[in-house]
């Protein structure tokens, strides 16, 4: 869960008492608001083909979601709240509150593929100016509020929630109002946005290997193989959301991310899964190697790797036998030793924020990309905005560039005074890192030796992963643009990857 900035004595008491709550979750009942506050003026709607009014609010029972782009948190509620949707059909009316904490979040430009990543099809709008927030009481996302059919709050649910949390009230609200005859379900003018024909869906990481370069095409839930020439050797994946071990053609992933090779094996973050899987590229075969397939925080105690809970692994990158996976829902670093089939933390309190120190002791906040040189791990921490470091030999984290969870923006220049927007790729080229800087659209570079961020190119459109081509060239996930891009470092000329123009043909939708 995460606090939005409260400056007040009393702000500060309210943030202990939810924290409290987070570790011992009650239900927490809002103050009973009168009525729906006007819909902001000149608000961007999505999945509807005009703006929705009040009036067509009432008669149903509505849940309001209050969310930032970004947020792990709000992104583990996605699925509960569709399954409150197919549970209660026409009863229950989601609407989404897109009340951002980074300005990137702000431009209508950036929801689209949001919504069309995590397969939200409900209406949402931006609450730019926070009025929804505001007049609600939010002060952390994800934040959800219940509305019986006359507008007035019933419930309102703070934090991450289980589907059993919040089916029973909503049940129960159903309930009491249809027996009141209050339900009278007033049509809506729903739009889903629909899915575009692109070579990829929006991918999300890349690794390159020799003449291997291997894409996690995210939308379309496959793994493709490619060669240094842009030709495409295999698509791995039935194309389905789900899970399931197997041959190339038939396995499944589920929104996989994170890719790192070892020899003939290649590793995947299959993140919504919440599972590791290992590729064998000889034999054409995909196996689990971590995960139960549940979500939850902090490590079980099981020795197996496949009986740990997971909590959305979002990054991998393998070094000296050893494989570190981007625990973003933990906000930690994991490592996967394959020779001893061991898995447990390795860097994070678990706590997200930004402090350094010991490597189990460091505050980390949804770390998102990883890259390995030289006995040092980079690491791109999205929430913070930041840029970490682990030193392997001595256990220690230091910072290179961010400041903490509300400091942010689009500045280059020395790294103490650089800043970044939501970065979540990080890759290490001749003395220098280079960060997908997401939010800003940017890649930009920092220099190891002069401690200098310059920025190569601001021509993209939400970058996430990135991994070295050459001397010369990174290979990029323009995520947004639903493309691959080649970088030059020396000039930041922007290239298509690869020259390939029809989409990939689709087995299993």
């Given at each position: 869960?995460?606090?939005r900035?409260?400056?007040?004595?009393?702000?500060?008491?309210?943030?202990?008492?939810?924290?409290?709550?987070?570790?011992?979750?009650?239900?927490?009942?809002?103050?009973?608001?009168?009525?729906?506050?006007?819909?902001?003026?000149?608000?961007?709607?999505?999945?509807?083909?005009?703006?929705?009014?009040?009036?067509e609010?009432?008669?149903?029972?509505v849940?309001?979601?209050?969310?930032?782009?970004?947020?792990?948190?709000?992104?583990?509620?996605?699925?509960?709240q569709?399954?409150?949707?197919q549970?209660?059909?026409?009863?229950?009316?989601?609407?989404?509150?897109?009340?951002?904490?980074f300005?990137?979040?702000?431009?209508?430009?950036?929801?689209?593929?949001?919504?069309?990543r995590?397969?939200?099809?409900?209406?949402v709008f931006?609450?730019?100016?926070?009025?929804?927030?505001?007049?609600?009481?939010?002060?952390?996302?994800?934040?959800?509020?219940?509305l019986?059919?006359?507008?007035?709050?019933?419930?309102?649910f703070?934090?991450?929630?289980?589907?059993?949390?919040?089916?029973?009230?909503?049940?129960?609200?159903?309930?009491?109002?249809?027996?009141?005859?209050?339900?009278?379900?007033?049509?809506?003018?729903?739009?889903?946005?629909?899915?575009?024909?692109?070579?990829?869906?929006?991918?999300?990481?890349?690794?390159?290997?020799?003449?291997?370069?291997?894409?996690?095409?995210?939308?379309?839930?496959?793994i493709?193989?490619?060669?240094?020439?842009?030709?495409?050797?295999?698509?791995?994946g039935?194309?389905?959301a789900?899970?399931?071990?197997?041959?190339?053609?038939?396995?499944?992933?589920?929104?996989?991310?994170?890719?790192?090779?070892?020899?003939?094996?290649?590793?995947?973050?299959?993140?919504?899964?919440?599972?590791?899987?290992?590729?064998?590229?000889?034999?054409?075969?995909?196996?689990?190697?971590?995960?139960?397939g549940?979500?939850?925080?902090?490590?079980?105690?099981?020795?197996?790797?496949?009986?740990i809970?997971?909590?959305?692994?979002?990054?991998?990158?393998?070094?000296?036998?050893?494989?570190?996976?981007?625990m973003?829902?933990?906000?930690?670093?994991?490592?996967?030793?394959?020779?001893?089939?061991?898995?447990?933390?390795?860097?994070?309190s678990?706590?997200?924020?930004?402090s350094?120190?010991?490597?189990?002791?460091?505050?980390?906040?949804?770390?998102?990309?990883?890259?390995y040189?030289?006995?040092?791990l980079?690491?791109?921490?999205?929430?913070?905005?930041?840029?970490?470091?682990?030193?392997?030999?001595?256990?220690?984290?230091?910072?290179?560039?961010?400041?903490?969870?509300?400091n942010?923006?689009?500045q280059?220049?020395?790294?103490?005074?650089?800043?970044?927007?939501?970065?979540?790729?990080?890759?290490?080229?001749?003395?220098a890192?280079?960060?997908a800087?997401?939010?800003?659209?940017?890649?930009?570079?920092?220099?190891?030796?002069?401690?200098?961020?310059?920025?190569?190119?601001?021509?993209?459109?939400?970058?996430?992963?990135?991994?070295?081509?050459?001397?010369?060239?990174?290979?990029?996930?323009?995520?947004?643009?639903?493309?691959?891009?080649?970088?030059?470092?020396q000039?930041?000329?922007?290239?298509?990857?690869?020259?390939?123009?029809?989409?990939?043909?689709?087995?299993?939708?």
């Amino acid at each position: 869960m995460r606090f939005r900035p409260l400056i007040t004595p009393l702000a500060l008491i309210a943030v202990t008492v939810v924290a409290l709550l987070w570790l011992a979750p009650p239900l927490v009942t809002a103050a009973k608001a009168a009525d729906y506050p006007a819909f902001p003026a000149g608000a961007t709607w999505f999945n509807v083909s005009r703006p929705l009014t009040k009036t067509e609010l009432h008669g149903r029972v509505v849940l309001l979601d209050f969310f930032t782009p970004g947020c792990i948190n709000c992104i583990h509620m996605i699925p509960i709240q569709q399954q409150l949707k197919q549970k209660f059909g026409d009863d229950l009316l989601v609407v989404g509150v897109t009340s951002p904490k980074f300005s990137a979040s702000q431009q209508a430009a950036n929801m689209p593929p949001f919504l069309r990543r995590y397969g939200i099809d409900e209406p949402v709008f931006i609450d730019s100016g926070m009025a929804w927030w505001q007049h609600y009481g939010v002060f952390a996302w994800p934040t959800m509020i219940l509305l019986g059919p006359d507008g007035k709050v019933v419930q309102s649910f703070v934090g991450e929630r289980s589907y059993a949390q919040m089916a029973a009230p909503i049940a129960a609200e159903i309930a009491q109002a249809s027996k009141a005859n209050l339900l009278t379900h007033p049509p809506l003018p729903l739009r889903p946005l629909k899915p575009d024909d692109h070579v990829f869906a929006l991918p999300t990481k890349v690794a390159v290997d020799g003449d291997r370069i291997a894409i996690s095409d995210t939308g379309r839930n496959q793994i493709l193989i490619y060669d240094r020439a842009g030709k495409r050797l295999a698509a791995i994946g039935s194309g389905r959301a789900g899970f399931s071990d197997g041959d190339d053609a038939h396995a499944e992933f589920n929104r996989p991310q994170g890719l790192a090779f070892a020899g003939s094996i290649l590793y995947v973050a299959d993140t919504d899964n919440q599972r590791i899987r290992a590729i064998d590229l000889k034999h054409h075969r995909v196996r689990t190697v971590a995960g139960n397939g549940q979500r939850m925080p902090g490590i079980t105690g099981a020795r197996n790797p496949r009986d740990i809970a997971l909590n959305s692994p979002w990054a991998l990158t393998y070094a000296d036998k050893q494989l570190f996976i981007a625990m973003a829902g933990d906000h930690q670093i994991w490592r996967y030793l394959p020779d001893k089939n061991r898995l447990a933390p390795y860097a994070g309190s678990g706590r997200e924020g930004l402090s350094d120190g010991e490597r189990l002791n460091a505050n980390f906040a949804q770390s998102s990309g990883l890259a390995y040189h030289a006995g040092n791990l980079y690491v791109a921490d999205p929430e913070s905005s930041s840029i970490r470091q682990i030193n392997l030999n001595t256990g220690l984290v230091i910072t290179l560039v961010g400041k903490g969870l509300f400091n942010f923006g689009d500045q280059d220049g020395l790294a103490a005074q650089a800043q970044l927007q939501h970065p979540q790729g990080v890759a290490y080229l001749n003395h220098a890192l280079y960060i997908a800087d997401t939010f800003n659209n940017a890649i930009r570079k920092l220099d190891l030796d002069s401690l200098q961020v310059t920025t190569l190119t601001k021509s993209l459109a939400q970058p996430n992963g990135l991994a070295v081509l050459d001397d010369r060239h990174l290979l990029v996930a323009d995520t947004n643009h639903d493309r691959m891009v080649t970088v030059d470092v020396q000039t930041g000329v922007v290239t298509p990857w690869p020259a390939e123009t029809k989409p990939i043909a689709q087995t299993g939708h």
